[in-house]
C-alpha cells in the first residue's frame, strides 16, 4: 500500500471565539473560524481576498483554546483537511473542516512556554 500525506499548515487570525463543546463520553472539542488573506491581481491595483476556515480542536487543543484563544488573534495551525456533507432543506451542503494537530499562539496575551509546547497533539 502506498503511504499517501494529508497535511495543512495556516498561518491567519481568528475570526470567533472558540465554540466549546464536550461528548457525550466527556471529550472536549473547540470549533472555531480563522481567516487567511491573499491577493490576487485585478487590473491595476491587486486586491485581497479573505478565506475562511473552519478548525476543530480535541482534547488538550480544546482546552488550550478555551483558555488562550480568542477573536482576532493570530495563529499558526497545522492538521488534516477533512471532507464530509450535511442535508438543509433537501440540499446536500459540502464541507471541509481542518482537524488541528498543532497550534500556536503568535498574538495575544503571554502564554506559559510550557502551555505552549503542551498544545501541540
Known amino acids: 500500500m502506498s503511504r499517501s500525506v494529508n497535511k495543512i499548515i495556516l498561518v491567519g487570525n481568528v475570526g470567533r471565539d472558540p465554540d466549546i463543546q464536550q461528548t457525550k463520553n466527556g471529550t472536549k472539542v473547540a470549533h472555531l473560524s480563522m481567516a487567511t488573506n491573499r491577493r490576487m491581481p485585478a487590473g491595476v491595483e491587486p486586491q485581497e481576498r479573505t478565506d475562511w476556515h473552519r478548525l476543530t480542536m480535541w482534547n488538550r487543543l480544546a482546552q488550550f483554546a478555551e483558555d488562550y484563544i480568542k477573536t482576532g488573534d493570530r495563529i499558526y495551525v497545522e ?3 477533512e471532507y464530509d456533507s450535511y442535508e438543509r432543506d433537501g ?3 459540502p464541507t471541509a473542516d481542518v ?3 498543532e497550534v500556536v499562539l503568535l498574538s495575544s496575551k503571554s502564554v506559559p512556554e510550557d502551555e505552549e509546547l503542551e498544545a501541540a497533539a
Open 79 to 81: 492538521g488534516r483537511l
Open 91 to 93: 440540499v446536500i451542503i
Open 99 to 101: 482537524s488541528v494537530r
